[in-house]
């Protein structure tokens, strides 16, 4: 699947089609905001429509995230701490791949009675959802308990989100309140815990001794502040030659520290940070009388430049943290309003369910939406197999794509994805396909055909709803980004163009060649590219041209930059030639064909094949009346 795709768009339909039943509740909260609560098993399990083991995760998950961290929050209450600032990598990660490793427990004292209660894990109290309600919001997850004793606990994880490109606090909040519902004092103490085992995403599935580096935590603790801060530091496994931390690579030399930070502005509770071994602990003791309710918070985060990074670095970046958070409300998360401000403003719309289906995916192209300390940008990433467990980001069309809807959401994030895609152009107008790593671009097998098609719709899009057309004056490093040659956004476009006409170019029947990739980089598994590349014809491609050259040329038009004129020409030259290819290969059916490989070989002539169908929607040289007709097929 080449979009961005919302872990919980997998949760909710993905798991439900496969239970046929229900397993949680949409809703919106007090402030209007989009939630749902979990009500499923625990370990989850599901069939297919043939009684099989559908093989999804037995413990769901969902996203949270800002710019500069993602969360993996499980409905267990297990997390995934992720960083993809330099490579991606999980911070907390478990000995299974694609999983964290944290803890919280909680001892609780009536008298002579003792009830140690573990809050985490798929075979801890959270498995019971007699027992537990768990919720997922904008920005936070939260798990209410309900203790031995007339004892409640809610535990909630709040993320802040990030407040312009390339900035963000990568922390997270972890904030317990306790209430005693009791007639009797109830001594507790509450612990919470995380692992620091920084394994890269791309490596989690090599042997731990085999991985080209291993990396290790040093722990160092002030008692006083209470803060811990795990240094990690890297071993090579094998032969290497290691670049300095600024340099592209393909593995991570410049890893980040991890901390660990008690709330001890609090005199009625004593807690106490310290590190047991490769973990971090924060535990909180204190009593509740009846009636009473207590809270406290616990943050975990990381911190750059470790070789620098000192206790107070981190005590700065925990009071940034803590700037505006809604410390006495904290039921949708402490950082509630400063969600609110980011996200669009649809108080006004009536239709509640399109209200809370729009503002989750504004949230989740927020929460998805990574920075790259190597570009310079911040971009959204494919997420799922790609990202979350093999650590790529490819492919830079899933990038475009993903730029549309931010064009109306984040203006600003989609400028910064169009210039991140730029920052891996070649002089010559090839877009290189992604990165692994630290900015590090690996030699491919595919040689893609639609990279410059979707980065001309994405800047299209972009221009006509901004109307920043000083964009395309400005100038933006070209790949290699550490070497500083720039180019504005005008000649790389012109340069794409020449890019897709002469080294593209088109095939047999004058439609847009495939080479050995387009759209669905899967399409030749089955069909040597060293056979078809050179005759093979994307009918996507082809349609993809017709859908959205008319936009770019408007908003070349509307810049009123005299320097797009001739580009402008050229463009018009080459959309009639592709129209009258491929209206001519159209004819009277009711759907356009999907590729041509070769005379004999031929896909979508005689079955509908999706993918063209909702651009050729989108030609307006069509009538809406043949439109109709395509869409009764």
Not at 193 to 218: C, E, I
Not at 313 to 333: C, K, M, N
Not at 478 to 488: D, I, M, N, R
Request: aromatic share 12%.
């Amino acid at each position: 699947m080449k979009v961005v795709f919302l872990l919980i768009v997998w949760l909710l339909v993905g798991q439900q089609m496969a239970l046929a039943q229900p397993i949680g509740v949409w809703g919106l909260s007090a402030k209007g905001l989009p939630t749902y609560q979990y009500t499923g098993a625990l370990p989850f399990t599901a069939r297919d429509d043939k009684g099989q083991d559908a093989n999804l995760p037995e413990d769901p998950y969902f996203l949270l995230g800002n710019y500069r961290m993602a969360l993996l929050t499980h409905v267990s209450g297990t997390y995934q701490f992720l960083t993809a600032e330099r490579a991606w990598a999980r911070v907390n990660a478990a000995s299974q791949t694609n999983y964290g490793w944290n803890d919280a427990h909680i001892v609780l004292r009536d008298g002579q009675t003792i009830n140690k209660v573990t809050l985490v894990g798929l075979k801890s109290i959270a498995a019971d959802p007699a027992a537990v309600q768990k919720t997922v919001g904008v920005g936070f997850a939260k798990y209410t308990y309900q203790l031995p004793s007339q004892v409640s606990c809610t535990r909630i994880l709040s993320l802040k989100p990030s407040p312009a490109i390339n900035t963000g606090n990568p922390a997270f909040v972890v904030t317990v309140t306790l209430k005693n519902s009791s007639n009797d004092t109830q001594d507790f103490a509450y612990t919470e815990r995380m692992l620091v085992n920084f394994v890269l995403n791309g490596t989690q599935y090599t042997d731990k001794a085999k991985r080209p580096l291993s990396y290790k935590a040093t722990m160092r603790i002030d008692p006083k502040k209470q803060l811990a801060i795990a240094n990690i530091t890297y071993t090579p496994n094998a032969f290497l030659v290691l670049p300095n931390p600024t340099q592209n690579y393909s593995y991570d030399v410049g890893p980040p520290s991890v901390f660990m930070y008690a709330d001890h502005s609090r005199v009625d509770y004593q807690s106490t940070v310290r590190a047991e071994g490769d973990t971090l602990s924060t535990t909180v003791k204190a009593s509740l009388k009846p009636g009473q309710t207590m809270r406290f918070n616990v943050v975990i985060g990381l911190a750059t430049n470790h070789k620098q990074t000192n206790f107070a670095d981190v005590e700065a970046q925990v009071a940034d943290l803590f700037r505006g958070a809604s410390l006495s409300d904290p039921w949708e998360g402490l950082f509630v309003q400063q969600w609110q401000a980011k996200l669009p403003d649809l108080s006004a719309e009536k239709n509640d369910i399109f209200k809370r289906e729009m503002l989750w995916n504004a949230h989740m192209i927020e929460a998805s939406a990574k920075y790259s300390a190597y570009y310079q940008e911040t971009f959204i990433p494919q997420g799922t197999v790609y990202s979350y467990y093999f650590g790529d980001n490819i492919s830079n069309r899933d990038h475009l794509q993903a730029a549309l809807a931010a064009c109306y959401t984040s203006p600003a994030l989609a400028k910064s994805i169009l210039r991140y895609v730029i920052k891996h152009s070649g002089a010559d107008g090839e877009i290189k396909r992604g990165n692994a790593g630290f900015g590090y671009t690996a030699p491919s097998l595919y040689k893609e055909s639609d990279e410059q098609l979707f980065f001309f719709y994405a800047l299209a899009e972009y221009l006509l709803i901004t109307k920043d057309y000083p964009f395309l004056t400005e100038e933006v490093a070209c790949y290699p980004a550490e070497a500083g040659k720039k180019e504005s956004v005008l000649t790389m476009v012109k340069k794409y163009f020449i890019y897709l006409r002469d080294e593209i170019g088109t095939g047999p029947n004058g439609l847009v060649k495939m080479l050995n990739s387009d759209w669905s980089d899967s399409f030749f598994h089955d069909y040597s590219p060293n056979i078809y590349a050179g005759s093979a014809e994307s009918h996507l491609n082809s349609v993809v041209v017709l859908a959205t050259f008319p936009k770019l040329i408007a908003a070349l038009k509307k810049s009123e930059n005299k320097q797009a004129y001739s580009l402008v020409m050229a463009l018009t030259d080459y959309e009639a030639n592709i129209a009258h290819a491929y209206m001519r290969d159209l004819g009277d059916r009711k759907y356009s064909a999907r590729a041509y490989l070769s005379r004999s070989l031929q896909f979508g002539v005689d079955n509908v094949c999706l993918e063209p169908q909702g651009y050729l929607l989108q030609v307006p040289g069509l009538s809406v009346a043949r439109k109709k007709r395509f869409t009764t097929t």
